[in-house]
């Protein structure tokens, strides 16, 4: 959502901290063919406690993770963390793991850029043209949308959050559990206090909520002068995006501002610019990368990408995808985000034969 994403290869899960080593020089490769630079690397700093898991893992196993694949980083106690980062007041079991390939991506650059590269290579591009069903048959694909039939050898559905619509009627759908995150942003009172890109991890209040908070730096094309700071938790959960609200939720607000008081030096505790955003997570909160499920007739026909904080990935999932759908396999392991691992397609009538037609 927004302007600024999350790229980093300090991960929790061996696989997915292997799969961002493979995706970074992918990401300097786009760099290079764009001629522009889309990630600023301030580097990742992880800071906090070692709590039981949250949905961006926990600190130790993510610093083993780093020293089983001789990913370098430094560990800080939490005197050194607030004589090096403008924080404040932080415990003293507190301590950090700063990384320093993560960066901000420049989501707007990127999306321009792949417009581009797409355009150049011949793509046509239809925005605002909602999709209403898919019909795989043996040979061809039928794409129904609002105004339009279109017929593909292969399609690759990267609906996020939307998904479901479009498998309903297989019976199916991807157990999404939709977050509408809050975030906003801080204004820099004081210009000369740096932030890095930061999670902070701590245990969760009493009071409910999470203390699971994260903060991008002030970067040129996302409100210079100003961070992006959220609590990474969502008080508004739903398996539907037709229940968005588009309202900032009040509660994911205070905790952040009184997480600010608490911890930051420089930054105004005023939220400004609040918004939502939708991530689609599936109960492992991994992300999903496969055929459509089994139930759809033709299923290697269609390929389907969703689930989780995905857009770090988008040169390595754009090329598994292009793979799945061309080739009919991938060339590197995807069986984590395989769509018929357990917990990932629920029946929507258990016990009912499919009764989807095809086209
Ligand atoms: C991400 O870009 O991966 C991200 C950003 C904010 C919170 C959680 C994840």
Redesign the pocket.
Known sequence: ADF?????VMYTGEYYAKMALETSPMWDKLEQDLGEKLIDKSGLLNFGIDTPDT??GTMEDAKKVMQKLKIPFTQLTSAQLMQQYPFKNLPSEYYGLYQANGGT?NVQGVLRGYYKLAATAGATMRSGEWVTGISPSPTYVDVETVKSTYRASKVIVCAGAYLNDLLAPYGVKVNLQIWE?T?AYYQVLDPSVTYPMW?QFDDTPASGGSSLF?G?PSVPWARPGYLRL?V?YAAHVSDSPIDRTNVPAVQDIHLTMDNIQRHMVGVSTQPTQMGTCL?PLVPDNGYVLDFAPPSVPNRDNVVIATAG?A??FAPMFGKLLYELAIDGKASRDITPMAITRPGVVVDLYPGEAKTASTA
């Open positions: 600024c994403r999350m790229w980093r949905p961006e991506i995150m975030f999670f994260y991008f959220a990474d991530v904080w857009f770090k």
